[in-house]
Nanobody, 119 residues
Framework: QVQLVESGGGLVQAGDSLRLSCAAS????????MGWFRQAPGKQRELVAA???????NYADSVKGRFTISRDNAKNTVYLRMNSLKPEDTAVYYC?????????????WGRGTQVTVSS
């Protein structure tokens, strides 16, 4: 059974940095695309960043140049480094992974970690 556990959220001020971590278990981590999503109150969940099994990344326009996604396959962990945080980055951040190596569907989700950025 695939399990994802996020950590690293918190309350910070605008301009600060945070690093989120997501520890994965239940299958061979390195084979699968991973993503970070976020959902702010009253808004739809959105993809923030994703990284393929080969390390190819993509980002939402709103975070390009500020956020960096990375993965450590030896530790079965994916990270989201967030710099220059803004109040509009406030959200619950979720880690997710795809159903299988051929799929683009994110089928497995963590419980989320709260990030709050004060102005």
């Amino acid at each position: 059974q695939v399990q994802l556990v996020e950590s690293g959220g918190g309350l910070v001020q605008a301009g600060d940095s945070l690093r989120l971590s997501c520890a994965a278990s239940g299958r061979t981590f390195s084979n699968y695309k991973m993503g970070w999503f976020r959902q702010a109150p009253g808004k739809q969940r959105e993809l923030v960043a994703a990284i393929t099994s080969r390390g190819i990344t993509n980002y939402a326009d709103s975070v390009k140049g500020r956020f960096t996604i990375s993965r450590d396959n030896a530790k079965n962990t994916v990270y989201l480094r967030m710099n220059s945080l803004k109040p509009e980055d406030t959200a619950v951040y979720y880690c997710a992974t795809v159903r299988n190596v051929w799929s683009q569907e994110y089928a497995y989700w963590g419980r989320g970690t709260q990030v709050t950025v004060s102005s």
